[in-house]
T-cell receptor, first 115, second 115 residues
Framework: AQTVTQSQPEMSVQEAETVTLSCTYDTSESDYYLFWYKQPPSRQMILVIRQEAYKQQNATENRFSVNFQKAAKSFSLKISDSQLGDAAMYFCAYEDGGATNKLIFGTGTLLAVQP | DVKVTQSSRYLVKRTGEKVFLECVQDMDHENMFWYRQDPGLGLRLIYFSYDVKMKEKGDIPEGYSVSREKKERFSLILESASTNQTSMYLC??????????????FGSGTRLTVV
């Protein structure tokens, strides 16, 4: 069975600095999709970024980018120029690209942004 | 603005009660999901549905059932609530799978306390 591991329960970053959140996963599939979701204190979970496993190019969305290492099964999220509004719980998630798009989530990393 | 609406933000129920958690989406999405979120455990899939009247068990279906009589509505039912079902419940919807899965839209969550 596929698993997703986030080994950093909590992280802290200074405003305007860069932080990297780690995620590893285990799968025997070759075709899959990876996601980072953000859950602010208001609780509504929102999609941050998406990566297709068949693409070698790392996905980027404004200040958010990923470092996708397929052989190492690693999918880290880099947040540049951190802002106070980036403070949230971040979840890494995996979808195996099959007939149903159920996601498997990691345990989350709580990011604090210090002013 | 697309929405997934969960009927209650907070619920307190007694042990043994039958509990209904309602979720409605207005995006004409085929897929709907129920997750529970617990600290240190991340999000765990309870049930999902990829079509009206269709349902599939997730990773932790015991003690729960679901109903999807209309495309826009997906209900989670706790047949006989127990204290170990105290949790945050998140509903989500999506359209498409694999390459056409652009991520979930989540509701705001229901914090259920069983006393």
């Amino acid at each position: 069975a596929q698993t997703v591991t986030q080994s950093q329960p909590e992280m802290s970053v200074q405003e305007a600095e860069t932080v990297t959140l780690s995620c590893t996963y285990d799968t025997s599939e070759s075709d899959y999709y990876l996601f980072w979701y953000k859950q602010p204190p208001s609780r509504q979970m929102i999609l941050v970024i998406r990566q297709e496993a068949y693409k070698q190019q790392n996905a980027t969305e404004n200040r958010f980018s990923v470092n996708f290492q397929k052989a190492a099964k690693s999918f880290s999220l880099k947040i540049s120029d951190s802002q106070l509004g980036d403070a949230a719980m971040y979840f890494c998630a995996y979808e195996d690209g099959g007939a149903t798009n159920k996601l498997i989530f990691g345990t989350g990393t709580l990011l604090a942004v210090q002013p | 603005d697309v929405k997934v609406t969960q009927s209650s933000r907070y619920l307190v129920k007694r042990t043994g009660e039958k509990v209904f958690l309602e979720c409605v989406q207005d995006m004409d999405h085929e897929n709907m999901f129920w997750y529970r979120q617990d600290p240190g455990l991340g999000l765990r899939l309870i049930y999902f549905s990829y079509d009206v009247k269709m349902k599939e068990k997730g990773d932790i279906p015991e003690g729960y059932s679901v109903s999807r009589e209309k495309k826009e509505r997906f209900s989670l039912i706790l047949e006989s609530a127990s204290t170990n079902q105290t949790s945050m419940y998140l509903c989500a919807s999506s359209s498409g799978t694999g390459l056409y899965n652009y991520g979930y839209t989540f509701g705001s969550g229901t914090r259920l306390t069983v006393v």
